[in-house]
T-cell receptor, first 117, second 112 residues
Framework: GAGVSQSPRYKVTKRGQDVALRCDPI?????LYWYRQALGQGPEFLTY????????KSGLPNDRFSAERPEGSISTLTIQRTEQRDSAMYRC???????????????FGPGTRLTVL | SQQGEEDPQALSIQEGENATMNCSYK?????LQWYRQNSGRGLVHLIL?????REKHSGRLRVTLDTSKKSSSLLITASRAADTASYFC????????????FGQGTRLTINP
């Protein structure tokens, strides 16, 4: 079946504007994760959901960042009043089940490249 | 902050040779995963090894895990040009088994 999809693939915005990034996980996957990746670095955890419940948002940098997954499928990461330092690749991933078991592999989407001017 | 540290940061070898990358981490883990990232593309999951496993194979990949030393290694045998990519280890920590903590990656270049 289809993998994780994200939209838009590229987003250029002006400082101060709000942006909404969308993630469509693999169908049936319970858990959904958001990461941010700076150039030349590994992804850094932002937040994750099991079904519609946000389980951990400890990685969100500040209160300008928020995420939701209202129906337990598609998720939106929103950044309000964007700043230049928010420029990065934002990656979404999903996994089949929750917990630390065998099927905890996370499958990543292609990412959204956000550029804040 | 990132937990894992890959070593080396960059590796360049000839096609056909074996490539070994190492990863060290700091806290107790539930599992450790290796990912590959080609230039301009997404992250591809390669292999997952659980904390109670010591070695795992998948095709030309061999992963070892030493929890006493908090380290893992990824061996790619008979390397190919298509293996050129960045390789990341990611740890699933016990307190938050859903959260992966990535290292900074090893940039592998396979020369023809």
């Amino acid at each position: 079946g289809a993998g994780v999809s994200q939209s838009p693939r590229y987003k250029v915005t002006k400082r101060g504007q709000d942006v909404a990034l969308r993630c469509d996980p693999i169908s049936g996957h319970v858990s959904l994760y958001w990461y941010r990746q700076a150039l030349g670095q590994g992804p850094e955890f932002l937040t994750y959901f099991n079904y519609e419940a946000q389980q951990d948002k400890s990685g969100l940098p500040n209160d300008r960042f928020s995420a939701e997954r209202p129906e337990g499928s598609i998720s939106t990461l929103t950044i309000q009043r964007t700043e230049q330092r928010d420029s990065a690749m934002y990656r979404c991933a999903s996994s089949l089940v929750s917990g630390g078991g065998l099927h905890n592999e996370q499958f990543f989407g292609p990412g959204t490249r956000l550029t804040v001017l | 902050s990132q937990q894992g540290e890959e070593d080396p940061q960059a590796l360049s070898i000839q096609e056909g040779e074996n490539a070994t990358m190492n990863c060290s981490y700091k806290t107790s883990i539930n599992n450790l995963q290796w990912y590959r990232q080609n230039s301009g593309r997404g992250l591809v999951h390669l292999i997952l090894i659980r904390s109670n496993e010591r070695e795992k194979h998948s095709g030309r990949l061999r992963v070892t895990l030493d929890t006493s030393k908090k380290s893992s290694s990824l061996l790619i045998t008979a390397s190919r040009a298509a293996d050129t990519a960045s390789y990341f280890c990611a740890t699933g920590i016990i307190q938050g088994a859903q959260k992966l903590v990535f290292g900074q990656g090893t940039r592998l270049t396979i020369n023809p």
